[in-house]
């Protein structure tokens, strides 16, 4: 995952209460969107044998691919430490892989015991093998610092350079230096790792994100911002592009047989690319990369549903399913931050990220970006008033903040001491109501006062919420995976639907709401639903 992220820290325990629930009129539960493998992509690998090994930060697991299948299966757990940003495989077999959120690398060789070589280095990104079978390994974007790791564990990591501008994806070359990009200066470098010193071997890049050598010492290179796959010669820093993709390109990883594969997080896919013709053979691919927080809006009888899907901020037609794409991170001349919640009403789409402290306004129709907001503490959605402000959940603070005037500079806390607020709807100017995931709380807030009231309590885990058309709040129950009802006068709690797969499990240490659960409802009643655990779209609709 590539930001620099504004990662809270403040870690609550999920009330587990039991809901007393009545029974509604059966719903009928059906996939609006087909799910995916992965929850982003980012480091790949090969292994001697062949076998593609690819890894997901935000799905905090590490992946088996089927190149002939199209298929993957989870190699390596979240309990097992699989957040794998980059993978790198030692000559005798020994596969590693770093956790950039938690700042671990680990290390297994065979079908051995996991072992952790590291930990401490928060944005702990890129790892390689020299032939010799040292490790080393870079911080970016939480750091900027290039490693020696022990491949014991034994001993702390040495540090041999930093501030270089973004070491990432690398690989030793058949000079024994260490080969890669740096991401924020749009060049490739090589690196003396014994004498902490670097050379530019080829710049004028956007975004460089990763570099491979193949078996005839070509050096090959993806544009993260351009979605480019470029050839380098290595001695005259001579480019040639060979594969034009779209952006979010990642990582890439080069078999035995000179086949190259090319990871792109916003596709939550991978693609074979031939070197000779640059053709591209899709070899995984899906709709959405990781749905979070959803927004719904109806035109003329027709739903459409607003995505923060992490990698990219898409739209879905409720009737048909079909997936459109207004932006996708790392794309040249595109603003979008790592999205996880959305909402949307009147002209109007909000998406806030807690990766990065950001709450994005966009033009609904347009899909411009009128505002982005930054400095907020861990936001977890965020709805726009009548007068133009700008309610947001700040889980970091435990608050309900109000920002108002040019870019958002004026902030009020509207409501403290709230217990991990995750999603949040207007039901006027002066009435908001709040999921409180952490106490298993459904709390109205009075905007002018800041009077806070319990509607629903014994909850577990409620993050997304949104609005009926009858008045009734219909919340996503993540903790008992599935969507509620709950009448805002009385307090009475009525399942709509149970056994849905929603609660993607975070790595420990980090936020135990991790991807926000979204729900939204249409005008004519029928309700949404994001899947983080299948990165697909249900849809709710009374039989």
Known sequence: MRHRFVVCTTIAALAVGAATAAFAQAYEVTKLVPGSAFHGVHGLGIDKSGRLFAGSVAGAALYEVDRNAGTAKISI????????????????????WTGFLTGDLYARKGDGPI??????????????????????????????ALYEIDIEGAKPPRKIMEK????????????DRLYGPLWFKGQVVKVDVDKGEFAVVAEGFKVPAAVNF????????VDTALGQLVKVDPKTGTKKVTAQLKPALDNLAIDGNDRIFVSNMADNGIQEIDPETGAAKQVIIGQLSLPGGIGVVSDNGTDTVYVADVFAYRTVD??????????????????LEYPMSATAKGDFVLLSSWFTGTVQLIDRKTGKTVEMLHGFTAPHDAVRLGDGSILVNELGTKSLVRASSEHGKDRKTIASDLAGPVGLVAANDNTAYVTEAFAGLVSKVDVASGAKSVVAKDLKGPEGIALAPDGKLIVAEVGAKRVISIDPQTGTV?????????????AAGT??????????????????VSSDIENAIYTLKKK
Do not use: C
């Not at 009525?494 to 975070?506: K, M, R, S, Y």
């Open 164 to 175: 270089m501008g973004g070491l990432n994806g690398f690989e030793f070359g058949p000079d």
């Open 511 to 528: 936020l135990p709401t991790n991807i926000p659960t979204g729900v939204g409802v249409g005008a004519s009643g029928t309700i949404y």
């Open 318 to 335: 409720g009737s048909t399913g079909k997936v459109s794409e207004p932006a996708r991170m790392h794309a040249e001349g595109v603003t």
């Open 214 to 221: 193949d078996s005839k010492g070509n050096l090959w290179v």
């Open 494 to 506: 009525t399942e709509l639907a149970g056994n849905l797969p929603i609660g993607l499990a975070g």
């Open 115 to 144: 072992r952790k070589l590291a930990s401490g280095l928060p944005g702990i990104n890129s790892l390689a093998f020299r032939k010799d079978g040292r490790l080393y390994a870079t911080q970016v974007f939480l750091g900027d």
């Open 77 to 96: 757990s979240t309990a097992d430490g699989g957040m794998a940003d980059d993978i790198a495989l030692a000559p005798d077999g020994t596969m590693a």
